[in-house]
């Protein structure tokens, strides 16, 4: 059938599966917003209210899902708009499409009106960017974007589409979408040269990334954990994929991680990486890191491999794929003593806060307790973000959403429409700092047109909180540009986008607060206000050894 290039978009989009789009509409993307128009009942737009919310709404929707998310936005500043949301999608390994459309073919090049080159501005932070100036060959494009976003370490690919492109006609075929493609390069000598190590090791230690919950290997981690008795340290994108109740599980790895898992990782001799890429916040100081230990590193990406840590082992393969064949060939292993040790480190070391007041931490608890674990949890980039990974036990993969390689302010609530948007049965909760809700706090307009029923939880403590803790410890307490003590009232902001909102003071009045927001089936804000000078700890020196994580006690004995 012949078709024009906005319907053969919208006809591929279909063939994707794709059932949500989130964008804002603009000149020179009309004809798509047309098409998309008359296929309304089989594919839902969600209009944000800025194309970064629709780039981060995208990122959510697929965190939550496993699911590729798209976005659209216009030429120009509608597409620039994306790019942080692209970016945060970029560093994180998620499955992203974004459609854009420029100015008509004979104006490329001439600075018309809202004309970029998107395709080269995106470039280093995509896996693969497309301008389309031939409707001939635009179906094709579209189905390779979703295949290379979705195959071996996922990602965000742009399709750029010029508007004379969308108005013009060909024919167009439907096909069938192709299974992402699994990544195996591992040989059986790999495998063998694993199995080895595992074997002699006596105190091994694993530590569990991102890739387990992309490859979706949550159960044969588990298994894994378990055949070769070791403890389990995660990084901030690893979180469910790991039970957090596990007496195996010795929390986050890092400048905010656990003491046990900082002290566990350097005494280990074998450092089993899963889908990890030994981000700086994870390893601190580079020649320190796991010094007593052989790393065995196994990744979909071989570019990954030995970048940061140099590995003394590797196997590189889809990670689900290379745990099955491990847990095969492995027998049962017992590690008495290192667990026990384990163990005592963590009765020694527990995370712990005051108690006395109103705290972030004692409101992740409450989180955790009133939705018992079950909810889906975002979060902005600062102490909200840290405390949210502390103090939350994930049991599931696909329930932590937040942007760990980019650290992007104003990222929690278009996700949190994204996840809620894409598991609807699910709670779904955003946690954000006061100076990160500021940043994009206009998408309670979109969550309260659509009457998408998330729960926005700001914790206000007047300040930017990680900044401030920064200056606190290592800039001799001169508070440059952090105090956000103005005239802003986030309940009446909040009202007049259209949500419920509610301030909580006291201890007493968040869990009644949480539960009131859940039965009402509507978005909600609930604004908690803490001290300004609450920390997170334990809390590593950026460039220091993880081994010298150190918290409040330390400080004060100091």
Known sequence: ???????????????????????????????????????SSEIRHVLTSHEQGASHAADGYARATGKVGVCMATSGPGATNLVTGIATAYMDSVPM???????NLPLLGKDTFQEVDIAGVTMPITKHGYIVKDVNILADTIRKAFQIAKSGRPGPVLVDITKDVTANTCEYTPVSPKEAQKVKRYTESDLEEAVSLIEKAEKPFIYLGGGAIISEAAEEVAEFAEKIDAPVCDTLMGKGAFDGHSSRYTGMIGMHGTKTSNFGVSECDLLIA??????????????????????????IDAAEIGKNIPAYASVTGDLKSVLQELNVRLAKKEHTEWMAHIAKLQEKYPLKYNTEQLSCPFVIEEIDRVTKGEAVISTDVGQHQMWAAQYYKYTKPRTFLSSGGLGTMGYGLGACIGAKVGQPDKICINIAGDGCFRMNMNELATASRYNIPIIQVIINNHVLGMVRQWQTLFYDHRYSQTVLNDKVDFCKVSEGLGCTAMRVTKKEEFAPALEKAITMQAPVVIECVIPEDDKVFPMVPAGAPISEAFDEDDLQKA
């Open 1 to 39: 059938m012949r078709l024009t290039g906005a319907e053969i978009v919208i006809e591929c989009l279909k063939e994707q599966g794709v059932d949500t789009v989130f964008g804002y509409p603009g000149g020179t993307i009309l004809n798509i917003y047309d098409a998309l128009y008359k296929h």
């Open 97 to 103: 499409v974004a459609i854009t459309a420029n100015v």
């Open 274 to 299: 899963l889908g990890a890429r030994f981000s700086d916040r994870v390893i601190g100081n580079p020649k320190t890191f796991a010094g007593n230990a052989k790393v065995l590193h196994i990744d």
